[in-house]
């Protein structure tokens, strides 16, 4: 396993229209994580999932955003009725889970960039 | 809750010349500290990291960070910079088992 993947790497759609991105993370990590980059400014958290359950959800996630992770594996995140504003990095990353004993550090994959016009 | 502050948004600093990109975070709880670097087009990668243990940890390409719990601060140090240095830095918090909080970024361009 090489690391965390993400599809696509890049999106360009009209505003209004839906979105769907994927993220399959580290084989053996019980943990998946959303977060959202945009111009000049650091990741910004936006939900995590440990196995299949969603445990925390960001302010930021609209109700125009979900995510899911149905097997405990991949996940989607999809956006609805896009909006200008959404034009963003979206950038997944994985981690073992202190349940698992490994130590708990967050991989990145490499985003998938998505501009909305 | 948590956040971090990075002091400095750019560092221009010479090739060969020593630099150290500032961070200062505020937690209620014991925190693990990160830093992360963005090369130009690619994605997040893991700098080095503080989870216990030695206050000093440092990364294979020679940056090094000091966690300081009195001063709430994990400044990034190198002590001679090389043009492919040139990325974007964050520095992150994170309670442990949870999301991480990132700092803006500081950006550092290396003068030939």
């Known amino acids: 396993d090489t690391g965390v993947s993400q599809d696509p790497r890049h999106k360009i759609t009209k505003r209004g229209q839906n979105v769907t991105f994927r993220c399959d993370p580290i084989?053996?990590?019980?943990?998946l994580y959303w977060y959202r980059q945009t111009l000049g400014q650091g990741p910004e958290f936006l939900t995590y999932?440990?196995?299949?359950?969603?445990?925390?959800k960001s302010r930021l996630l609209s109700d125009r955003f979900s995510a899911e992770r149905p097997k405990g594996s991949f996940s989607t995140l999809e956006i609805q009725r896009t909006e200008q504003g959404d034009s963003a990095m979206y950038l997944c990353?994985?981690?073992?889970?202190?349940?698992?004993?490994?130590?708990?550090?967050?991989?990145f994959g490499p985003g998938t960039r998505l501009l909305v016009l | 809750a948590q956040s971090v502050t990075q002091l400095d948004s750019q560092v221009p600093v010479f090739e060969e010349a020593p630099v150290e990109l500032r961070c200062n975070y505020s937690?209620?709880?014991?925190?693990?500290l990160f830093w992360y670097v963005q090369y130009p087009n690619q994605g997040l990668q893991l700098l080095l990291k503080?989870?216990?243990?030695?206050?000093l940890v440092e990364s294979i390409n020679g940056f090094e960070a000091e966690f300081n719990k009195s001063q709430t601060s994990f400044h990034l140090r190198k002590p001679s910079v090389h043009i492919s240095d040139t990325a974007e830095y964050f520095c992150?918090?994170?309670?442990?088992?949870?999301?991480?909080?990132f700092g803006k970024g500081t950006r550092l361009h290396i003068l030939p």
């Open positions: 503080y989870l216990s243990g030695s206050t």
């Open positions: 937690s209620s709880v014991s925190v693990y």
């Open positions: 999932f440990q196995n299949e359950a969603q445990l925390e």
């Open positions: 990353a994985s981690s073992p889970g202190l349940s698992s004993g490994m130590e708990e550090t967050q991989y």
């Open positions: 992150a918090v994170s309670g442990g088992d949870d999301k991480i909080i």
């Open positions: 084989s053996e990590h019980n943990r």
